[in-house]
């Protein structure tokens, strides 16, 4: 048996898979007449279940944009966005923020961790906007960090914890509520190479695990432990199924 066998979820065939994220010709723009910028043009891509995606591009390319839209932190100027298979293009802001709490997970570069709550807390929280019960809240929450390496520090504040340690808080707190997409933003960009190299094999498991995985990035190293490129350029996509051994010919 091949290694990748090992490492890929036991998935149905790719075209029978549901569709985490379909963007349709997409495009945002900001401004008007002369200050026009053209952020996203024409953007369309599917990432189905189970995927593991890096998407990357150079400063300005679009691809944070498009990271905002697909975590729906932000709307389309135009084209649909389809997230599990539900258009959220035209929802009210007070109905994307249940779906994001319900349907994706957050990992961020700089973790956003509450700094007098506890590891147990922070991982908490996201629960208590969604109507858990306090017994399940805490049982969720401790099986979260267990997952994530961090059951031993489950009392610990943020400044109590390494950077790595933070971040494996900040990934149990993504995964406590069972999201369909865990998207992540340069999550690696304030850690050291080694604990970067344990971060990403902890993206690697989870995926494993069926979990699926959008990150942002602007590093090679980082998004060769992915297993799909969607590259950016000047707000377009100029390549959305790159493989980690292509990146050479365009980093």
């Not at 629960?127 to 997952?147: D, H």
């Not at 149990?172 to 992540?184: D, E, F, T």
Request: proline share 3%; with cysteine; hydrophobic share 40%.
């Amino acid at each position: 048996m091949l290694i990748n066998d090992l490492l890929t979820p036991n998935l149905e065939s790719a075209d029978s898979r549901r569709e985490i994220v379909h963007l349709d010709n997409v495009c945002k723009y900001y401004g008007q007449d002369d200050t026009l910028v053209k952020a996203l043009e024409n953007v369309s891509f599917v990432i189905k279940e189970g995927e593991y995606c890096a998407i990357m591009g150079a400063s300005g390319s679009g691809k944070s944009t498009c990271m905002n839209i697909i975590g729906c932190l932000d709307s389309t100027t135009s084209g649909q966005y389809f997230l599990d298979e539900e258009d959220v293009s035209g929802m009210e802001e007070k109905d994307l923020a249940k779906v994001r709490n319900l349907k994706i997970g957050f990992v961020f570069q700089q973790y956003h961790l509450l700094p007098q709550l506890s590891a147990l807390e922070n991982v908490m929280l996201p629960m208590a906007y969604a109507n858990v019960s306090p017994k399940e809240q805490k049982e969720r929450a401790v099986a979260a960090l267990t997952r994530v390496a961090m059951g031993h520090r489950l009392n610990n504040r943020p400044n109590q914890m390494s950077g790595g340690q933070q971040q494996r808080v900040a990934i149990a707190r993504a995964i406590v509520n069972n999201p369909v997409m865990l998207l992540a933003d340069e999550p690696t960009g304030a850690l050291d190479s080694h604990t970067t190299a344990e971060v990403m094999e902890l993206f690697g498991e989870l995926n494993a695990s069926g979990i699926t995985v959008v990150m942002v990035t602007h590093e090679a190293d980082v998004a060769r432990n992915t297993q799909r490129i969607i590259w950016f350029r000047d707000g377009q996509i100029m390549n959305d199924h790159l493989s980690p051994s292509d990146l050479h010919h365009v980093v």
